[in-house]
């Protein structure tokens, strides 16, 4: 049973009336007649009598982004809006993959295996992520990345008719489904995965990754493979090791140089 209590909490019971689920909501003090309703946008909201916000389900992604969602994080409540998949294909218990908006340092968005980290596109740098290609103007949707004092979040609105969502499968890929009416069904419109070199730490310590090359990994300058055997086999997670120890005392030897056009590991 789906049940909303006269303080704007829903709720669903079990057959025994045992809560399965809360929002843990409550409405203000002196409020009353609260209501649910869920909006042509896909949101599921419950206001109270004057049609201030208790509480929303675009709060709480899952594994679906709609348009007019905020993925990050409220800084005055601590509040995480992340991506979660569920456990298989016809479980939607929460699974292993999430992706998030990593706060520390420059944002970031981040996807992850539980602990383990798989992906980034690489820090915010004020016109977009330094690792994915800067969003061009199109007929179809707008996206904006906000960051202020108060919240950190990425939001996409539809411009069009076109019906659009991402979704965080239940193995680990980010994809942008649209709806095709003339087949009443999801196609694949795009994924967030740019590249090879979007996987995280492919090259190891030290390693540079360029989809330019083949093999795409590379020592930086002064370094070499710290296993030669498990390069050549294309294992390139050991990284690199410096080919003599640095010597910071050498004011004519050991210094800075510029390696441009990379994004770094940022964790």
Request: aromatic share 12%.
């Amino acid at each position: 049973m789906l049940k909303l209590s006269r303080n704007g909490n829903l709720v669903i019971l079990s057959g025994g009336n045992k809560v399965v689920w809360s929002s843990n909501s409550t409405a203000p003090v002196g409020s009353i007649s609260p209501v649910v309703q869920l909006l042509d946008t896909g949101n599921l909201v419950v206001w109270n009598e004057n049609k201030n916000l208790i509480w929303e389900s675009f709060d709480y992604p899952g594994d679906t982004f709609l348009p007019g969602m905020k993925f990050g994080t409220d800084l005055v409540t601590g509040l995480q809006r992340c991506m979660t998949s569920w456990k298989s294909p016809d479980d939607p218990s929460i699974g292993e993959y999430s992706n998030i908006v990593d706060t520390n340092g420059y944002p970031q968005t981040l996807g992850w295996k539980g602990e383990v980290l798989l992906a980034r596109f690489g820090p915010w740098n004020g016109l977009g992520f330094s690792g994915f290609p800067i969003e061009k103007e199109n007929g179809i949707y707008t996206a904006e990345f906000v960051v202020n004092e108060k919240e950190i979040y990425h939001r996409y609105a539809l411009t069009s008719s076109v019906v659009q969502r991402v979704v965080l499968t239940w193995d680990g890929k980010t994809l942008l489904l649209q709806w095709i009416e003339r087949i009443k069904d999801w196609i694949v419109y795009a994924v967030s995965q740019v590249d090879m070199c979007d996987r995280f730490s492919l090259c190891g310590p030290y390693g540079v990754c360029s989809i330019n090359k083949h093999p795409p990994c590379t020592c930086m300058e002064g370094f070499e493979p710290i296993d030669p055997e498990e390069w050549e086999a294309s294992d390139w997670a050991s990284g690199c090791i410096r080919k003599k120890p640095l010597d910071c005392r050498n004011m004519n030897g050991d210094g800075f140089w510029k390696l441009a056009g990379v994004k770094v590991i940022q964790v």
